[in-house]
Nanobody, 123 residues
């Protein structure tokens, strides 16, 4: 597996989780990485993205001030710290590597996708 997202789980509303995206083949080198999510019956949506050198980040309005994306280049890993979780954050979360170093919100700007990790937030 090239990209592996993990760290999901079951948490109560108001709780926190940290997702990790491990890049075993270093495909994220020189490229931005994004997180997306897909809830049951809904389309996959953008959550957050970070540029290659972590200079730029971008967030969906629904997660701003609650989620933080970061990356450790030496470990080829990107993280998504999720705080103040809400039931509407329940979804499968996916990480993806972009075609270039800049952040992007559109799915078609991403070429490699990892297997998702389930996040469930109870009310």
């Amino acid at each position: 597996v090239q990209l592996q997202a993990y760290g999901g789980g079951f948490v109560q509303a108001g709780g926190s989780l940290r997702l990790s995206c491990a890049d075993s083949k270093r495909t994220s080198s020189n490229n931005a990485v994004g997180w997306f999510r897909q809830a049951p019956g809904k389309e996959r949506e953008f959550v957050a993205a970070i540029s290659w050198k972590s200079i730029t980040t971008d967030y969906a309005d629904s997660v701003k001030d609650r989620f933080t994306i970061s990356r450790d280049v030496a470990k080829n890993t990107v993280y998504l710290q999720m705080n103040s979780l809400k039931p509407e954050d329940t979804a499968i979360y996916y990480c993806a590597v972009a075609y270039g170093p800049s952040v992007a919100k559109s799915m078609d700007r991403y070429r490699y996708w990892g297997q998702g990790t389930q996040v469930t937030v109870s009310s």
